[in-house]
């Protein structure tokens, strides 16, 4: 089967460099899936773990999850109840710390925490609780006053303090707040984020340190597009980046191997198009990231969300997303914890998905290209993600398009072939010669928990280090991938005009979709057409957003200078002409 990609092919989608990222967990209940992975109990040092999290980066590493909202924070120096009498909220805290010390942040470990994010090249969004500080004292019953910001508050200032200041990205308030009915009063909560916003102004502003990044406010850490869409009514204007949950089921559900196998939850970018229609309305810079996600939720499911099968489900949603706009970054759960962990809590070692998320660090750009062509395809060109060949939903192959991260100009097919005993031959029909990153379970078994690299190299990580991973270069244009297998594919030879075009920004006048916030890349900003695309930045900060009515004010004033250079170039001839004359 012959596939292509054409010069002129458009961009689709835009995403961060940080577009695959991670979480870490409060979750401290001991059991087989979690074992002593929490935020509070992993360890951090561990010469695979911070190997595997390198390997990751640039990436945000969420903070949160469904004990967020319980959780204290003790940033004193002594974290111990003292006989004597203590400033009274040093000795609450160390009361309340004695208490659960499985969900109590000490100042120690808030700085192991950071340390590891700055070493590894990675940088946090924290989940500050919300809804015990809501909690009447004497009814027990959340949502019941206005948020107490004392505890946030303690946590806020010693982190502005921190050498490790700027490794924290962001802030949001509360865990799945809606979810349940957990809370009722959403005015009581957007208050909390007006709450919250000036606490980070004053704080920051108070370091009187220019070159340390102000974090920003996330939100409203929901669940799914229909909550989050209600949120966002009342939060749009209240938060610089709107995020959200998203699982495709349960962890105990009998079918879940569909989710892997079928592909029409995940094939077409209008799955997403509700939430982020409610983000171009209620936002003033429209960005979306899924906070927290993975294939299923109650800790995934052993031998599915842990082993080769799930990486065709991993692999096709990140396709999914990043023509999403304006998805821009997607948080797996978890980096360690839980069937769905990218480094296994048992014995550091990596999980398929794991390399799915580096293969795609190492090679993928940030702009997402198409259409795809084909003289099979069966679908329209408009539907961004090619399948074949047996329609939506069971398609054994699918196919994306981007462009490279090293050689930019050219593009890379991310290619999976679910099929269980057939290969796919694949004619790519541009370029002069190839590299393949073909990935296959161990033996060819889809539920291995090991993955070789173009069916001879076992990938894994040892004493620290990160394999060494190399493509294999290829004259042919013909693909063959093995039954049940993953592939990068680069096209050497062949350029195509949007991949070496710089990152274009501008507003969509008619739909109201506004300027997107910054994003983070090497790329330099310029603005083009009336098509939304993010705005890309330079590395450690957000620049201000430009409208289009500011471009063209600034294409006005450029004329116009430019005609009054050229009238003022005349004018000095025709006078030097006449003394010449004179």
């Known amino acids: 089967m012959e596939i292509s990609i054409q010069q002129n092919a458009s961009t689709i989608g835009i995403v961060r460099p940080e577009f695959i990222s991670t979480t870490m967990d409060w979750w401290h209940l001991k059991s087989e899936a979690w074992g002593n992975s929490s935020v509070i109990h992993a360890d951090l040092t561990h010469p695979n773990l911070v190997a595997a999290a390198r390997g990751l980066r640039p990436f945000f590493l969420r903070i949160g999850g469904s004990f967020a909202d319980i959780a204290t924070y003790n940033m004193s120096n002594n974290s111990t109840i003292s006989t004597t009498p203590l400033v009274g909220e040093a000795n ?52 019941q006053r206005d948020w107490d910001s004392t505890n946030a508050k303690q946590l806020l200032q010693y982190t502005a303090q921190s050498k490790y200041a700027n490794t924290v990205f962001g802030f949001e308030l509360g865990n799945e707040l809606t979810h349940k009915h957990k809370i009722q009063n959403i005015t009581r909560l957007v208050h909390a984020y007006e709450e919250l916003r000036h606490i980070i102004d004053e704080t920051w502003s108070a370091t009187n340190d220019k070159n340390k990044h102000k974090p920003k406010i996330l939100g409203p850490a929901s669940i799914g597009p229909s909550q989050t869409t209600k949120l966002l009514k009342a939060l749009g204007s209240h938060i610089d980046i709107a995020t959200y949950h998203k699982y495709h089921g349960g962890g105990k559900d009998p079918s879940i191997i569909q989710y892997a196998k079928g592909t029409s939850i995940i094939q077409h970018p209008r799955n997403f198009h509700e939430l982020s229609n409610a983000v171009n309305k209620y936002m003033d810079r429209p960005e979306v990231w899924i906070g927290e996600g993975a294939m299923a939720y109650n800790s995934g499911r052993q031998n599915i969300t842990d082993s080769f099968v799930g990486s065709f489900w991993f692999t096709n949603l990140l396709g999914a997303i990043s023509k999403s706009r304006p998805h821009t970054v997607y948080c797996r759960q978890a980096l360690v914890g839980g069937y769905y962990e990218l480094i296994s809590h048992e014995t550091m070692k990596a999980r398929p998905d794991y390399w799915i998320a580096h293969l795609w660090k190492k090679l993928v750009g940030t702009k997402v290209i198409g259409p795809i062509l084909s003289p099979s395809r069966k679908d329209s060109p408009d539907e961004y993600t090619f399948g074949c060949c047996e329609g939506v939903g069971y398609n054994t192959l699918l196919v994306h398009t981007f462009c490279a991260k090293e050689e930019r100009s050219n593009p890379i097919f991310v290619i999976t072939n679910i099929d269980k005993k057939s290969p796919f031959s694949l004619n790519i029909t541009v370029g002069t010669h190839m590299t393949k990153y073909i990935l296959t379970g161990k033996g060819g078994r889809r539920d291995s928990r090991s993955v070789v690299l173009n069916g001879n190299q076992h990938l894994t990580i040892e004493n620290g280090q990160l394999p060494v991973i190399v493509g294999e270069d290829t004259d042919d244009q013909l693909i063959t991938l093995p039954p049940v297998s993953i592939a990068f594919v680069v ?86 002409r006449k003394s010449r004359r004179h």
Not at 96 to 118: G, M, P, V, Y
Not at 523 to 551: G, K, L, N, R, W
């Open 491 to 576: 096209v050497h030879g062949f350029q195509v005009d949007e991949c070496v075009s710089p990152i274009v920004a501008a507003t969509n006048e008619t739909s109201k979709i506004k300027y997107a916030s910054s994003l983070i890349t090497e790329e330099q900003p310029q603005v083009s057409s009336d098509e939304y695309v993010p705005f890309i930045a330079s590395e450690s900060e957000m620049h201000h957003p430009v409208t289009i009515h500011e471009v063209q004010q600034l294409a006005l004033a450029q004329l116009l200078g430019a005609v009054a250079f050229f009238a003022f170039i005349f004018f000095l001839r025709k006078r030097i």
């Open 92 to 143: 609450r805290l160390a009361k309340a710390c004695s208490k659960n010390r499985q969900l109590c942040l000490t100042r120690q470990r808030w700085d192991e925490i950071l340390k590891f994010a700055h070493d590894t090249g990675g940088r946090i969004f924290f989940t500050l609780a919300y809804l015990q500080h809501t909690r009447d004292d004497e009814s027990g019953e959340n949502d």
